[in-house]
Every structure is written in C-alpha cells, then in structure tokens.
C-alpha cells in the first residue's frame, strides 16, 4: 500500500474515533500503535511506540511546563489578578475606554507570569468582564476585549506553546521566546487601537469609569501601583535571567514556581489548602497535556519511520508557487486543522514535517515559530471550536449566550489574521530581538 494511501487512511481513522468521543490522546496513540504492529509487526510495533514515547519523556525542556503552569496556578490563587486589574484600571484615569485599555494591558501581565491562555481567561472573565458590564460597556466589545486579550498567552513568554513548538522543532526556547515579545505587544497594540476607536465612534459602547481614585492626580495615583510590584518584579526574574543567559528556560521556570509561592507567601494567601489546589490542578493540567503529547509524537515518529514525513515535505517543497506562499499553505492546514485537533497535537502532527521545509526554503524556523502561535491564537477564538470562547462562557453571566460570543471575537479575529500577516511579511518584526542575543 502507498504512503499517500495509509496518510489516508490515518486522517480517516483519526477523524473516526475523534467522532466516537475517543480522547485525543487516547486516539493518537491508537493509531500509532496500529499502523507500527501493521506495518512491523506486534512485538516490534509495541517496541517501536515505547521508545518514542520515552524519548519525548526524556526531554529536559518538558520540565518547563509544569513550574510555569503550577506559578500560574499559585498566582491565580493569590487575588494578584484583581489587585493588578484595580491597579492598572485607577491608573488610567478617566479616559472612555479606560476600563477596556487597562483590561489589555493587564492581560499583557498576566500573558508574562502565566503561560497558559485557559486560566487567564477565566481569570479575566471573572474579574474584567463584570467590572464592564457594571459600567455599562457594550456587551460584545466588553467579550471581545476578553477573549482576545485572554489569548495573548499563547504567545507571548513564557508560552507554553512556544516551549512545545521548540521541542518539536528543535530550536532555541529562549530565541522563540524573544520572537514572540514584539509581535505580542503589537496585537495588544491593535486591541487598543480598536478600541479607542470603536469608543470614539459611539461613545455609548464605553461610559467613563468615575470613581474618586481616578479623579486623583497623577502623581497622586501612583501609590495605587503597589499591585504592580509584585507581579514586576516576578516577570522580571523569570524572563530577565532567560534572556540574560543566566538560567535556561527550564531554571527560570522553576524560579518562577518558587516566586509565585514567594509573592502569595508576602500577600498573606499562602496556606495549605491553596497550594493543594494549585498542585492538583497543576497534576490535572499537566496530565492532559503530557497524554496529548505521547500521542502526537508517537503517531509522527511512526509516520516518519515509514516515509511518511519524507512524502510530505516532497508534496509541500514540490509546489510551483513562490516559497513564501508555502508558508502560506503551512498556515492554511493549521487552520484547517485547528477546527477538530488540540493545539498540542497540530504541533506535534505538523512542526516535525513542517519545520525542515522552512529551512530548505531559506526562512528561519523561529519566525516560523511565531507564526505558528499566532496562528494557534486565531484557533482559540474561531467558532465554532474556539476554546477561548468555551473557557469564558464558564463563568460569563447566564444571559451571555455562546452566540454572543462567537459574534463578538469576530473583529478581534480580523485584528490576529492583521498582525499575523505583518509578521508574515516582516519577519524582521520577529528577529531583531533574537539577533541580539546571538
């Protein structure tokens, strides 16, 4: 049977325990382990899938995943969330749009001691959003600004899926993480804009957020940003020694882990039943996430092993279209895929294939890489499958129906697909910053 026959008949089979509710995990893994004994026999098949298995658990970087999702966790637990959303919203005075600004900016923050887009989300969604709607802002914005902000996670450091994308890729954590800074503050940066304008249109969509502290001035407001010292501070340890060359991503993650305990430790919030809670839903997360990965990385080191990866990347290379419209295709089929697949699994499905096909047309796998986790953030929010919609419909007030929702991460989706393709078209915008640390 050919390559492109069994490439086949793995999507089918993968669509169809997918469509029986078989975990994704569960379902990679299946398949593996079916096209190895199909193809090398039981004993061998069984042989094959372990020793890709245990070498993806051998990696050094995965360390990195627990400690920033366990100081998310920790931080999450500590009330530094609200205490850095009341802190930002008095800064901004009493400006339209101020609530909405602020919302950005903190979520900018939260992106930086966090890693993980579904928490930041919730968080969001339990502290900003009401905060809007009490103010009277438009219903749809005040989702938008969520959602999109949330989803700023993903790419900004320390992602988690950047740290993901670089194993699979086999480049430099740090320089991804470098990469990504700037592309990260330029969709915060459209956010904003959007916002100021669509406020600035109708005034309505945003009331002034009149309280007596914002009436202060501004040397006087100042004092009101003891809730952003902490969180400062913690950022500036975790990705200052990154950058520095002082610790490695994995380090600076465990010293992440041990500041967060520090910070919630000097709030007064640090107790048992806290840092139970933020293990078990450290062990939770991480879980799902490490079966999620022994899947994918099984399938494409079966796939590799029987010429798949090879019949892939003659097909992409073969295109008689310019190199950079490749890439553009690369970006097509995550979408695609994005509708039914974890973004855990894209990564490790895709990056092994894709990767070498970006170097062998002249373009540099970290620029890819930030493209990659902006377009994993237009997968968060597209319905009908986007998560970032589903994780803020958790906590949203009843009357926000999941409709509202879809309809009103629109615009921001357009303001993702805009940065994405100014990072397409200048990858500089990327890779100044890495530069500097070569």
């Known amino acids: ?86 802190s930002m919203a008095i800064m901004g005075g009493r400006f339209r749009g101020s609530v909405g ?7 900018v923050v939260l992106a930086a001691m966090s890693g993980i887009m ?17 103010l009277g802002y438009d219903k749809k914005l005040s989702i938008g600004i969520i959602c999109a902000a949330g989803a700023l996670a993903t790419l900004i450091p320390p992602s988690v899926v950047l740290i993901i994308y670089g194993l699979a890729a086999q480049v430099s954590i740090t320089k991804l993480f470098a990469a990504s800074a700037v592309p990260g503050l330029i969709l915060a940066s459209l956010y904003i804009g959007y916002i100021l304008i669509r406020v600035r249109m109708n005034p309505a969509m945003a009331p002034i957020y009149d ?3 914002t009436g202060l001035p501004f040397l006087q407001r100042l004092r009101y940003l003891k809730g952003v010292i902490l969180p400062g501070v913690l950022i500036g340890a975790v990705l200052g020694v990154i950058y520095s060359g002082v610790a490695t991503v994995t380090e600076a993650a465990a010293i ?20 139970r809670d933020a293990m078990r839903q450290t062990v939770l997360t991480v879980g799902s996430i490490i079966w999620l990965v022994l899947g994918a990385v099984s399938l494409i ?8 990866g090879e019949f892939l990347r003659g097909v992409l290379t073969g295109l008689d279209i310019a ?74 007030p009843k009357e926000i129906e999941l409709q509202d929702i879809f309809v009103a991460v629109l615009p ?19 890779l100044w910053l890495p530069s500097m640390l070569d």
């Open 323 to 396: 190199p950079l419209m490749v890439i553009v295709v690369m970006m097509l089929i995550i979408m695609v895929l994005g509708t039914f697949l974890e973004w855990i699994a894209i990564i490790f499905i895709t990056v092994p294939i894709f990767a070498p096909v970006v170097v062998d047309l002249g373009f540099d796998p970290v620029w890819f890489g930030v493209l990659f986790a902006m377009n994993i953030q237009i997968y968060y929010l597209s319905p009908p499958f986007g998560p970032a919609c589903f994780f803020l419909k958790s906590v949203a």
């Open 412 to 430: 921001f989706i357009a303001l993702q697909a805009l940065g994405l393709f100014l990072v397409l078209f200048i990858p500089e915008l990327a």
């Open 256 to 275: 992440g882990a041990v500041g967060a305990l520090v910070v919630a430790a000097v709030r007064g919030e640090l107790n048992w039943v806290m840092a």
């Open 211 to 213: 309280i007596p502290e």
């Open 301 to 308: 080191g079966i796939y590799n092993r029987i010429g798949g």
């Open 101 to 107: 600004v602020q919302t950005c900016i903190v979520a």
């Open 118 to 134: 579904g928490g930041e989300i919730v968080m969001l969604g339990l502290i900003a959003l009401p905060q809007m709607l009490r």
């Open 1 to 86: 049977m050919g390559i492109e026959y069994i490439t086949l008949l793995i999507v089918v089979s993968l669509l169809g325990l997918m469509a029986l509710g078989v975990p994704l995990g569960i379902t990679t893994l299946t398949v593996s382990l079916g096209t190895a004994i199909l193809y090398f026999g039981t004993r061998a098949g069984f042989f094959i899938v372990a020793a890709n298995v245990s070498e993806v658990l051998h990696k050094y970087e995965l360390i990195a995943v627990p400690f920033f999702v366990f100081m998310a966790n920790v931080l999450e637990r500590s009330g530094i969330a609200k205490s850095l959303f009341d």
